[in-house]
């Protein structure tokens, strides 16, 4: 072989190894999910958003909203592409599955003739992920970002916080309230996902 053909030899063995690395390299892991601690997402909103409610909101951020006064807050709730695309398809949250959940304030409006409210600052940002290899026997585990949202990181809540107790109780899907999603729980219903033992009255 003269030089060019060398060279060129040697780039189609380095793409081939290259390749054969990616396709046996780990998948890549979900937002939130490297290390013990779980990262902020640099922007939550790019997640898939799941629903929205108001009033729905507890723990302190939400109390100290209510005791301000005015229209309840806010919940917005976001999920990890990968977990979203895989759910749509077997109605179960794989593990990685990672939910965000803003509280937002309620902002009261008078305008034209109707009353309302509007979404205002961020409260509080919540995480809820399940890994069973991670969290062994519950599966899941629950975060907070501190107030206002603004901790980079937030370590698993102890399972003595309430969080565990009443998605355990209340969760319609393993331990997520995806009752409170409509286009996922009506994917649920269709796969038959949905606990037998939920109560949609408790």
Request: proline share 8%; aromatic share 10%; hydrophobic share 35%.
């Amino acid at each position: 072989m003269n030089g060019k053909e060398l060279s060129i030899a040697a780039t189609v063995v380095a793409l081939a190894v290259t390749s054969a690395a990616s396709a046996g390299a780990p998948a890549a892991a979900p937002a939130g999910a490297a290390g013990p601690t779980l990262q902020r997402p640099p922007d939550v909103r790019e997640l898939v958003f799941l629903s929205s409610g108001q009033g729905m909101a507890y723990g302190p951020a939400a109390d100290k909203a209510k005791q301000g006064g005015g229209p309840p807050p806010f919940t917005n709730v976001f999920v990890t592409r990968q977990a979203y695309r895989s759910f749509m398809r077997t109605g179960t949250w794989p593990d990685g599955a990672t939910f965000f959940l803003e509280v937002r304030a309620g902002v009261a409006h008078t305008s034209h003739g109707t009353h309302g409210s509007s979404q205002g600052e961020l409260l509080a940002l919540e995480a809820e992920q399940k890994d069973r290899t991670r969290y062994p026997g519950a599966g899941f585990a629950y975060f907070n970002f501190g107030p206002g949202g603004a901790d980079q990181k937030a370590r698993p809540l102890p399972a003595t916080a309430t969080c565990y107790a009443c998605h355990r109780q209340h969760g319609a899907v393993q331990w997520t309230f995806t009752q409170f999603y409509p286009e996922q729980f009506a994917v649920a219903k269709k796969s038959g996902t949905v606990r037998k033992d939920y109560d949609p009255n408790l």
